[in-house]
């Protein structure tokens, strides 16, 4: 039968899908639009299964906040390539994932969320096809609090979240400020209670080694070993790290200074390898 030019290009408009691609399914579905597209979503999903062990570590790392600064997503939309990761179309794509993503609480929820009709999961498989590369969601973090602010890094390589105990003069700023520092310092906890104890016990151990090839006495290990602990603190949890905008003082200092009583309660950090 005869397809024509304006059925192929509400076809490639709906799917993203190429010219060609979309002239032949919509042959193969002897004109019918909607088994047309699942032809092309069958061919995404023969794509996904052959690039399944393909390494995808480009992409956009993507974060937006709501209109009342109470909740915040970081996503990140995976590829394989530079080029497909800062393609316009991709970015549109990955974007309106993170819209979806806002009211969203985990990545289950995420990937089973509606899609213009079809899951995001399978929008991920169909655009495999279409792009030809591994398409996928790298990552999905979500914080909550009385104000949540936002960083997106340059070229979109790593965002952050920051989740602050008041939202009062000043909260937009500092919430900017410490998402900044997390992206530039990727702290692995908030503080000394969110550092897993397993950690902890490696980090004794590792000093101890230390300590004992410098031929230091086995009873004086304990003391010195907690010393180097608190400087493992100190460099790897986010509140204790020295500000990246002013080093004489912490993170914690730092928004003591915006005011007394506002404390950092969360954040989330995701970055492309």
């Known amino acids: 039968m005869k397809i024509t030019a304006s059925e192929v290009n509400k ?20 004109g019918d639009f909607d088994k047309a597209v699942e032809n092309l979503r069958k061919k995404g999903q023969k794509v996904a ?8 570590g480009e992409g956009a790392v993507l974060a937006k906040v709501n209109a009342d600064n109470t909740a915040g997503v970081v996503v990140s939309v995976n590829c394989e390539t530079d080029f497909v ?35 995001i999961a399978d929008k991920l498989t169909e655009q495999t096809g279409v792009i030809g590369e591994k398409i996928e969601i ?3 973090k979500r914080v909550e609090g009385p104000f949540v602010g936002h960083y997106i890094h340059a070229g979109n ?6 989740g602050l105990s008041a939202a009062l003069d000043g909260a937009a700023e500092a919430a900017k400020n410490v998402a900044m520092q997390a992206a530039a310092m990727n702290p692995i906890a908030l503080n000394e209670d969110g550092v897993d104890a397993s950690v902890i016990e490696k980090e004794i151990e590792i000093a101890k080694d230390q300590l004992r090839q410098e031929g230091k006495p086995e009873a004086m290990l304990d003391n010195i070993a907690k010393g180097k602990i608190k400087r493992f603190f100190k460099d790897n949890t986010l509140v204790n790290q020295d500000f990246i905008k002013d080093s004489k ?18 954040f989330a950090r995701l970055a492309l390898d």
């Not at 299964?49 to 995808?56: E, G, H, K, M, P």
């Not at 993170?251 to 200074?257: F, M, R």
């Open 85 to 119: 990761g800062k393609n316009d179309t991709y970015l549109a794509l990955a974007n309106q994932i993170l819209d979806i993503a806002l009211d969203k609480t985990s990545l289950e929820d995420l990937l089973a969320a509606d899609f213009g009709g079809m899951t």
């Open 157 to 162: 390589r790593i965002a952050t979240l920051v």
């Open 249 to 266: 003082q912490s993170v914690s200092q730092y928004i003591k200074s915006v005011d007394a009583s506002l404390e950092v309660t969360a």
């Open 11 to 30: 076809l490639r408009q709906a799917t993203g899908a190429g010219m060609m691609d979309c002239k032949k399914a919509l042959v193969e579905a002897e």
């Open 49 to 56: 299964a052959n690039r399944a062990d393909r390494n995808s």
């Open 138 to 140: 790298g990552g999905f």
